[in-house]
């Protein structure tokens, strides 16, 4: 079955530092990669997508590359900010179905 | 914008009680979702959803049952809930057409805690 595995968090970061949040998959065929984030108290929000490989979501100046030869789809952002701190979820869509598979989330801390 | 309404944001209830989740959305989607989330599990789908009175068990539906009268309305029932089942519950829709475009808009979420 598909699967989402995400690096253990928390992460904390100084602002203005660099972020990487791994995650790889498990799929078979080509399934919709997706990452959410969840601020304090809300519910998640899509931040990005991929739905083929080499595509490169981007919002928010947070980027991810759909690397099949991998199976991966790390987070990155050049340089993190307070308002970043939330839960980033990792996600993808397999099959002919809309269900999602998430990862177990990574806490991103960032200070001042 | 896509508006997902979950009728409470926190819940309190006892062992054995029945207890409703609502979900609420504005945008005419074909499919909706119930999650939990619970730390170190993500999120782990109940039951969804992807048209009036249709309802599919997702990967942990046992406890749970759904109703789905009315497109804009997903409902989440426990028929008696158990301490095990404290929990967030996320609602989810997502319009259901163009599967490789179809993006899931979430509801704040309802933390509910069964004593």
């Known amino acids: 079955g598909n699967s989402v595995t995400q690096m253990e968090g928390p992460v904390t970061l100084s602002e203005e530092a660099f972020l990487t949040i791994n995650c790889t998959y498990t799929?078979?065929?080509?399934?919709?990669l997706f990452w959410y984030v969840q601020y304090p108290g809300e519910g998640l929000q899509l931040l990005l997508k991929?739905?083929?490989?080499?595509d490169k979501g981007s919002n928010k100046g947070f980027e991810a590359t759909y690397r099949k030869e991998t199976t991966s789809f790390h987070l990155e952002k050049g340089s993190v900010q307070v308002s970043d701190s939330a839960v980033y979820f990792c996600?993808?869509?397999?099959?002919?179905?809309?269900?999602?598979?998430f990862g177990t989330g990574t806490r991103l801390q960032v200070t001042l | 914008d896509v508006k997902v309404t979950q009728s409470s944001r926190y819940l309190v209830k006892r062992t054995g009680e029945k207890v409703f989740l609502e979900c609420v959305q504005d945008?005419?989607?074909?499919?909706m979702f119930w999650y939990r989330q619970d730390p170190g599990l993500g999120l782990r789908l109940i039951y969804f959803?992807?048209?009036?009175?249709?309802?599919e068990k997702g990967d942990i539906p046992e406890g749970y049952s759904v109703s789905r009268e009315k497109k804009e309305r997903f409902s989440l029932i426990l028929e008696s809930a158990s301490t095990n089942q404290t929990s967030m519950y996320l609602c989810?829709?997502?319009?259901?057409?163009?599967?490789?475009?179809?993006?899931?808009?979430f509801g704040p979420g309802t933390r509910l805690t069964v004593l």
């Open positions: 991929a739905t083929k490989a080499d």
């Open positions: 799929a078979t065929g080509y399934p919709s």
């Open positions: 996600a993808l869509r397999g099959g002919t179905a809309s269900k999602l598979t």
């Open positions: 945008m005419d989607h074909e499919n």
């Open positions: 989810a829709s997502s319009s259901g057409l163009a599967l490789n475009t179809d993006t899931q808009y």
């Open positions: 959803s992807y048209d009036v009175k249709m309802k």
